[in-house]
């Protein structure tokens, strides 16, 4: 069993940043992928950044140039650099792995951080 705990969320005013973490633990024997992804009040979860094994990242248009995600394979954890925050950000974000096990690969999710971005 693998759990993540998330931390980094709170209230920031628009144009402002911040930075949210992620740390997994428990059994496992490596991460496949990790990421994040969000939920405001009446809308569907939505992927906001992933990077895999190799480094690879992907962005919500939404987000492109404006959040960073990396993530340190050895401590198994990642990292959400929101810059230029907007209202529009304001959601419930949510750290996600997909981790390879001893017998074939699981996704993990954690507890959900919420991130509010107001005046």
């Known amino acids: 069993q693998v759990q993540l705990v998330e931390s980094g969320g709170g209230l920031v005013q628009p144009g402002g940043s911040l930075r949210l973490s992620c740390a997994a633990s428990?059994?496992?024997?490596?991460?496949?992928?990790m990421g994040w992804y969000r939920q405001a009040p009446g809308k569907q979860r939505e992927l906001v950044a992933s990077?895999?094994?190799?480094?690879?990242?992907n962005y919500a248009d939404s987000v492109k140039d404006r959040f960073t995600i990396s993530g340190d394979n050895a401590k198994n954890q990642w990292y959400l650099q929101m810059n230029g925050l907007s209202p529009e950000d304001t959601a419930v974000y949510y750290c996600?792995?997909?981790?390879?096990?001893?017998?074939?690969?699981?996704?993990?999710w954690g507890q959900g951080t919420q991130v509010t971005v107001s005046s």
């Open positions: 990077i895999n094994s190799g480094g690879t990242t």
């Open positions: 996600y792995c997909n981790a390879r096990l001893h017998i074939g690969s699981a996704d993990y």
């Open positions: 428990g059994t496992m024997l490596r991460m496949n992928a």
